[in-house]
């Protein structure tokens, strides 16, 4: 069985805090790792991808790290504000099918 | 500029009685999929479709039936609904597969709750 584990299930996180969020997997077939942000009573939406020639992807205060010896990545949110409390997915594939990790539930206080 | 359209947004059923979740997109997209999101699972593939006329299972499928009716639509059916079908149903949609890293759109969701 193909699988992403991501950790940890919660976190809180005060605001201007950065946020660490970590996944592992073990099919080293994987080639694209996306990461999604859903908030209450929506579907997922995409926020940020990386393809495994890269170590580190940033756009705005969201950065990946990927270590492809380690076979984990992670997501790096900078200056944590309250509108970023959100669950995030990680996910990982290297065909049609994404498969998600079990997701992290942020808490952002003020 | 709608996007994935799930219907209905909430259904409690019996159990043995059937259903079918309905999903449309608009962005012209050739792939289509069905997760279930479950608290502490993540969510997980039921079927997905690559193409008009195409479907495949995914992780999840037993006791689930899909029909890709066209270009734009894509329905979940369950024929015989159990408490363990008890979910939040997402349909998403992409440009092409996952393959081409494509963003996966996704709507807002079916909540499910079968008795």
């Known amino acids: 069985q193909q699988q992403v584990k991501q950790s940890p299930q919660s976190l809180i996180v005060q605001k201007g805090g950065i946020s660490i969020i970590n996944c592992a997997y073990e099919?080293?077939?994987?080639?694209?790792f996306p990461w999604y942000q859903q908030f209450p009573g929506k579907g997922p939406a995409l926020l940020i991808a990386i393809r495994p020639d890269v170590s580190e992807k940033k756009e705005g205060r969201f950065t990946i790290s990927f270590n492809k010896s380690a076979k984990q990545f992670s997501l790096h949110i900078m200056d944590s504000q309250p509108g970023d409390s959100a669950t995030y997915f990680c996910?990982?594939?290297?065909?049609?099918?994404?498969?998600f990790g079990t997701g992290t539930r942020l808490q952002v206080f003020p | 500029n709608a996007g994935v359209t799930q219907t209905p947004k909430f259904q409690v059923l019996k159990t043995g009685q059937s259903m079918t979740l309905q999903c449309a997109q608009d962005m012209n997209h050739n792939s289509m999929y069905w997760y279930r999101q479950d608290p502490g699972m993540g969510l997980r593939l039921i079927y997905y479709s690559a193409s008009e006329g195409t479907t495949d299972k995914g992780e999840v499928p037993n006791g689930y039936n899909v029909s890709r009716l066209n270009k734009r639509e894509f329905s979940l059916r369950l024929e015989s609904a159990a408490p363990s079908q008890t979910s939040v149903y997402f349909c998403?949609?992409?440009?092409?597969?996952?393959?081409?890293?494509?963003?996966?759109?996704f709507g807002d969701g079916t909540r499910l709750s079968i008795l």
């Open positions: 998403a949609s992409s440009l092409r597969g996952s393959a081409f890293n494509q963003p996966q759109h």
């Open positions: 099919n080293t077939a994987f080639d694209y």
């Open positions: 996910a990982a594939t290297h065909t049609d099918k994404l498969i």
